[in-house]
Every structure is written in structure tokens, then in C-alpha cells.
């Protein structure tokens, strides 16, 4: 089975962590959570503040090396922490320097055009960052999960099982 690590912060959306994190434990992978800090850190479910999960690892701390795949959950607030993160941006680019898939959901694909990883891909997201993606080079289509040279999309939580069966097969 595969080691996976989820890179979240403070305002990831609810189901875009605690999916992937249950179904892919339940299919026998290791999964990891990394944050800025180890430590918890809270959801924000559609219009509020959320659970909390423990982050075991801190992104600072990590490298590809030992993980077979990285998962970005979305939310509005949690792409837009980790964009501004030189390690987390650092540690995108290593796992797709080291040909490693990277999920991404709804507003997550904005740590993707952060990462350079955008241009020449072909690519979705939740609706109101399209453009942005757009003008990072990407093609942009209205897809349930796209898959593009280990780069996997998808659009919003409506469009998890997709997804998650994405990472399971890249994994696989």
C-alpha cells in the first residue's frame, strides 16, 4: 500500500480532507497530514468553522522521499495560506520533480499555478479560480477529476469519489 501525505492549514474544507484521509485509510494506506506547524488544525465546513484534525507532521519537515503521492485539499482560506508558503510551494514542486502525483480540489489547484505546475496542463477546479488557472497556462475544462501527467484536479466535494478513486489508482 501506499504512504500519502495531505498538506492542510487552518481552513481546509471539511470533506476535501476528511474524505480522502477515511477512504484511503480504509483501502489500507498510510496517510499522513502535514501543516505549517504539527499540531491541529481547524476545517471550515461550507459556512463555518468545522472539526479539527491533529497534523502529525510539519511541512517544513517533509520531502517527497518516502511518500508515493500528495493530497491538497481545498477551501477558500487553506490554498490561500499555503500559496504564501515557501516550503509548501517547495514541496509541491519536489513531488513533481520526483514524478510523484499530486490531487488537488477545488480551490487547491491555486498551490498547482503557484507551484509553476499549471502551463500546458490540462486541468479543473472550483468555478471562481478557472481563470486564474487559466492564465497560468492551463487548459481549463468542467470535469468531476481530470488527470494530466500526475497532476489530478477536481472540481468540488461533490466530485470526491472521483477523486479519491483517482488517487487510488495512481497509487495503485
Same mark, same amino acid.
Given at each position: 500500500?501506499?504512504?500519502?501525505?495531505?498538506?492542510?492549514?487552518?481552513?481546509?474544507?471539511?470533506?476535501?480532507?476528511?474524505?480522502?484521509?477515511?477512504?484511503?485509510?480504509?483501502?489500507?494506506?498510510?496517510?499522513?497530514?502535514?501543516?505549517?506547524?504539527?499540531?491541529?488544525?481547524?476545517?471550515?465546513?461550507?459556512?463555518?468553522?468545522?472539526?479539527?484534525?491533529?497534523?502529525?507532521?510539519?511541512?517544513?519537515?517533509?520531502?517527497?522521499?518516502?511518500?508515493?503521492?500528495?493530497?491538497?485539499?481545498?477551501?477558500? =482560506?487553506?490554498?490561500?495560506?499555503?500559496? *504564501?508558503? #515557501?516550503? +509548501? @510551494?517547495?514541496?509541491?514542486? !519536489?513531488?513533481?520533480?520526483?514524478?510523484?502525483?499530486?490531487?488537488?480540489?477545488?480551490?487547491?489547484?491555486?498551490?498547482?499555478?503557484?507551484?509553476?505546475?499549471?502551463?500546458?496542463?490540462?486541468?479543473?477546479?472550483?468555478?471562481?479560480?478557472?481563470?486564474? =488557472?487559466?492564465?497560468?497556462?492551463?487548459? *481549463?475544462? #468542467?470535469? +468531476? @477529476?481530470?488527470?494530466?501527467? !500526475?497532476?489530478?484536479?477536481?472540481?468540488?466535494?461533490?466530485?470526491?469519489?472521483?477523486?479519491?478513486?483517482?488517487?487510488?489508482?495512481?497509487?495503485?
Amino acid at each position: 500500500m501506499a504512504k500519502i501525505l495531505i498538506m492542510a492549514s487552518d481552513g481546509f474544507e471539511q470533506s476535501e480532507l476528511f474524505t480522502p484521509l477515511e477512504k484511503l485509510k480504509a483501502s489500507g494506506h498510510d496517510v499522513h497530514i502535514a501543516a505549517p506547524k504539527a499540531g491541529s488544525i481547524k476545517a471550515w465546513d461550507k459556512d463555518h468553522w468545522g472539526k479539527t484534525v491533529e497534523a502529525d507532521l510539519s511541512i517544513a519537515d517533509q520531502s517527497p522521499d518516502g511518500f508515493d503521492a500528495l493530497v491538497l485539499p481545498g477551501g477558500v =482560506i487553506n490554498p490561500d495560506n499555503l500559496r *504564501v508558503d #515557501d516550503k +509548501a @510551494v517547495a514541496l509541491i514542486k !519536489g513531488f513533481a520533480d520526483a514524478g510523484k502525483p499530486i490531487a488537488a480540489i477545488c480551490h487547491a489547484p491555486w498551490l498547482l499555478v503557484e507551484a509553476g505546475l499549471a502551463s500546458g496542463r490540462k486541468m479543473t477546479s472550483f468555478t471562481s479560480i478557472r481563470s486564474d =488557472i487559466r492564465n497560468a497556462g492551463a487548459e *481549463v475544462v #468542467d470535469e +468531476a @477529476v481530470v488527470e494530466d501527467r !500526475g497532476i489530478i484536479t477536481s472540481r468540488n466535494p461533490d466530485d470526491l469519489d472521483d477523486f479519491v478513486a483517482a488517487i487510488e489508482k495512481a497509487v495503485a
